[in-house]
């Protein structure tokens, strides 16, 4: 049975549309634990477009699951996150014009860069998850530089218009997920997860967790943040 982290991004994004104080991502994070999330998510932008440096800073304060910060690797962004001190940052690619992150990170890419900030994180007790494809040289290169938790990207399965599609991508994530499993990793997965995709993601043996947000947090306007949380831990269940 995986884990549920709750993505509260989409609840600031909602605050921003007014630049007020209203909905508090705080008050998110009550609901959400009360309704028995495992974690709480929540993303720091470099253009700070739903998220901001106070946020975070509270945040820290008052998540008593565990707070994983996904972030890029803009130094800035890096520096932040040493001093706010998550207990995981899973890190992510981030492009100025995109609606929500588009793809993994590539880990060979930035081999370099990634081993110095996961040293970084783990000096200061912080788990560091990377967010990559389905690409198994991608997941050997994560194991190379010892990052020991990824994230697999879902978008393509959460996106798929039929069910060959979806089937194939699905083939794709459950594949990905055991050979790193097989090879020591926790695995987590997320993005485009609702409330009828997600079982088949769930289902797959040894998954540690599902990171997923803007399905929740539609569904809580009809329902409620509390059932709309309750609901997806069920079916992850
Ligand atoms: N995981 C990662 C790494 C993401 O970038 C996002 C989107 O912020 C999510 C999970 C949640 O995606 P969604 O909002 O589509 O559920």
Known sequence: MPKLGVNIDHVATLRQARGGIEP?????????????????????REDRRHINDRDVIELRK?????????????????????????DQVTLVPEKRQELTTEGGLSVIKYEKKLVRITE????????????????????????????????????????????????????????????????????????GLNYTNVKRIADIKGMNELNIGHSIISRAVFTGLYSAVKEMKALCS
């Open 62 to 86: 008052r998540i008593d699951t565990r707070f994983n910060l996904e972030m890029s690797i803009n130094p800035e962004i890096v520096d932040i996150a040493q001093r706010i001190g998550p």
């Open 120 to 191: 970084l994180f783990r000096e200061k007790g912080i788990d560091v998850s990377v967010f990559i494809g389905t690409d198994k040289e991608e997941i050997r290169a994560a194991i190379y530089i010892g990052i020991g938790t990824i994230e697999i990207h879902t978008g393509e399965y959460s996106l798929a218009q039929d069910k060959k599609s979806m089937d194939r991508e699905f083939k794709k994530i459950k594949s990905a997920a055991e050979y790193a499993m097989s090879k020591g990793l926790i695995v987590n997965a997320g993005h």
């Open 24 to 44: 508090d991502p705080i008050e998110a994070v009550l609901v959400c634990e009360k309704a028995g999330c495992d974690s709480i998510v929540a993303h720091l």
